[in-house]
């Protein structure tokens, strides 16, 4: 298979995938590889000594959260001494945001790809400011997380029962038309979301004020949809991944330390560079010198053509991650100039509901020497604070030309 035909079919499984939230679970029990003593992150591979301090923040309450340490100290020891396993989320089949780190026994979404039998797996939004996305790990994270097992987990697991598959991407469709990015802004996706949920948590067999309590933090809990909607993202990257010949991206991803991408023609290969820091808007008393590189696994929605590839269908993000709503227009037109195809759903209303760009091609970012444009969330560099604002970053040159090299030499 040539290239063009192979860079076809990749975009073709990555619009066609038809994505289903089906149901919750804790993570030892459902996500592939993961065992005990083992934490999963946001990223490329890294060890903790080359760990950033929002990662490590991170890494150190997900230890105490297990229960492994009862100290800030002990956690960071016990993470140090190699008796702890770090591992990608992507290397099971799962994705988080920020820090993106998912212990043995926190609940994850399970999402569906039903087009092409794939699944793919997501931890649970905690809201924003001091999160252990973010890298803080007080007493109040950690109380925060355990309400999220107790209760939060058990009544969407039992909701998704009564409700059955929700169709992620019609959700997605919807979400994009009415204003939403799904990267940044995730306001009307999870309005939707509670909407289509609510009636099935009314039906559960718990505490009125433990289902009042589930409601009230989806509805105070704007990004709640950003994990589903990366989760959804993963499971059609997947699905597009393995395409001999293909130059289509199938993973970006940030550790805060490192940059790192997956093409479709190589498989599992991964290709890293420093990864750049955003620039944006900060909340009250930080500044630029305060944020940390880029963190997360969320730009898998970028890789998909959602994110900042449809900040034009979202004019109202530019007030949470800076530039203007001209900007705004100008970044989604420059993404079609490193992209294979328009997304035959993901349409943007404010280009005449042209489809977004969509499968980012190695090929075309170093012939135009455009990279992929991105928005995110920042965190602070150092450990324990959380988070500080949000911007707008690229993804490095150097991954493409690893990439292409490799592929060449291949």
Known sequence: MGRAEANKEAVRRLQESEVFLVGAAIAKDTLPGMTDKMLLHAGPPITWDRMCG?????????????GWAKTEEEAEKLAASGEVKFDPNHHHR????????????MPVFIMENKKFGNFSYTNMNEGLGKCLRFGANSEAVITRLHWMKKVLYPVMRDSLKLSGPIDWRTMVVQSIQSGDDCHNRNRNCTALFAKAIAPYVALCDFPKEDLSEVLKFIDNTEHFTINLTMAMCKAAADAAAGIEGSTILTAMCRNGTDFGIRVSGTGDEWFVAPANTPIGLFFPGFTQEDANPDLGDSTITETCGIGGFVMAAAPAIVKFVGGTVKDSVNFTLEMYEITETEHEYFKIPTLDFRGSPTGIDVIKVLETGITPRINTGMAHKKPGIGQVGAGLVRAPMDCFIKAAEYMQSH
């Open 54 to 66: 929002p990662m490590r923040g991170a890494i150190t309450g997900a230890i105490m959260y297990e």
């Open 94 to 105: 799962a994705i988080g945001p920020m820090a993106g780190v998912i212990s043995p026994s």
